[in-house]
């Protein structure tokens, strides 16, 4: 069973912002704006703009900035602007007619030059949860976005990290994932009763630090 279906990304992430405990695994995150977008930039170089509700990487935009000016990249095509308000007006014509979000664009590791992120499945069992899957996903070969709907390649966690971060314990990574998913799923239940299912997307960066992208009540 299910269980209760929260879909605003935006609700989730203020829930898990709320715990210390979290909060630093969580990347810099702000409804959108033009002028968020403009100040996260100036601070990130890049960001990941999202429908505050969906799912499958359907509206997912990456949105950057460097020596050449503002670009944004929306599946295979990538396109630049001298200036802000330039990009600005062609990504509006991008973005679909959702509200977004903005998120902290993290440098994934890669796996011959595809990025991979990973998604954590759990499933309430009466009174207690358990761990159904670690999968990593590798994104389809030109994409950003890793998901399987997408052309995403899944393969086991444990080949994931070896293969993407070869000098990188992968038993102390799964560990650190199994942690913070449980200190989330209670986070998550105490803002959220009656949720049964949830999925956790997370990213492993080039050094090695792990993010929550994203959690899902509704994981495919």
Known sequence: ????QLASKWLKTEALLSDPRIAGYIPGTMEYS?????????????????PIVGGGGFGVIKVFRNSRGYGFTHMHSTRMYRNFSSMKRSLDLFKVKRKYLMQQGISLA????R??????????????????????????????????????????????????LPRVRTSAKK???RRLTLICIELLERHFPGIGELGFDYAVDLR??????????RPK
């Open 1 to 4: 069973m299910a269980g209760r």
């Open 34 to 50: 033009a002028a968020g977008l403009l100040r996260m930039l100036g601070k990130y170089g890049t960001v990941v703009i999202k």
């Open 110 to 113: 890669r796996i011959d030059g």
């Open 115 to 164: 990025p991979i992120d990973y998604r954590v499945k759990v499933v309430k069992n009466g009174t207690h949860w358990e761990f159904r899957s670690m999968v990593g996903r590798v994104a389809r070969p030109g994409l950003f976005v890793t998901n399987l709907c997408k052309g995403g390649t899944m393969l086991s966690c444990r080949e994931g990290l070896r293969r993407s």
């Open 175 to 177: 560990a650190e994932m």
């Open 208 to 217: 090695g630090k792990i993010w929550i992208l994203e959690v899902n009540t």
